[in-house]
């Protein structure tokens, strides 16, 4: 029996600058491409080759699409917290509230703590993020610690409360 879902939040890397960067710079290889490659005349004092501007704008190309599909999705009930970092988990995971000790929703340092965004963290202490400062903290029974990232901390805050963390 599917149970009530209490928290729900579908987080994406929408930040302006990211897209601007990638935009930018596939918009570069696509200049350069075109006149090199259709027109035979060289982009720059030192052209690079016609697969090396082929290759820069596919791959831009390809981080663009990466960024629009990435995700994180979080959701609770009474019994579990779910998440799925996709396209890195092929399926959902899993934590019992059973196996937990403590909850908090806090304000964090991402490049600080961990690195920066993304599946970050080694060991028994990982975060799963994809922008902002803000998240909730997970300290489980067996000494494992986990960060998921939250757009929505009152909303959070409130839910967690209520589940009697």
Not at 22 to 38: D, K
Not at 115 to 135: E, H, L, P, Q, T
Request: hydrophobic share 45%; proline share 4%.
């Amino acid at each position: 029996m599917e149970q009530r879902v209490l928290f729900q939040e579908t987080q994406r890397f929408n930040q302006w600058w990211i897209w601007l960067i990638n935009i930018l710079i596939f918009l570069i290889f696509v200049v350069g491409s075109y006149p090199q490659v259709i027109n035979g005349e060289p982009f720059g004092s030192k052209p690079a080759s016609d697969v090396m501007l082929i290759a820069g704008a596919i791959f831009t190309l390809l981080m663009c699409l990466f960024f629009f599909f990435t995700s994180l999705k979080t959701y609770i009930t009474k019994d579990k917290i779910c998440f799925r970092f996709s396209p890195f988990h092929l399926k959902e995971q899993e934590y019992l509230i059973l196996d937990i000790r403590k909850m908090e929703v806090v304000k964090y340092s991402p490049i600080g703590e961990y690195g920066g965004w993304g599946i970050r963290g080694f060991g028994s202490d990982k975060a799963f993020n994809v922008k902002g400062n803000m998240g909730l903290r997970i300290l489980f029974k067996d000494g494992k610690k986990r960060l998921i990232g939250t757009q929505k901390p009152e909303e959070l805050q409130k839910v967690i409360k209520d589940l009697g963390f």
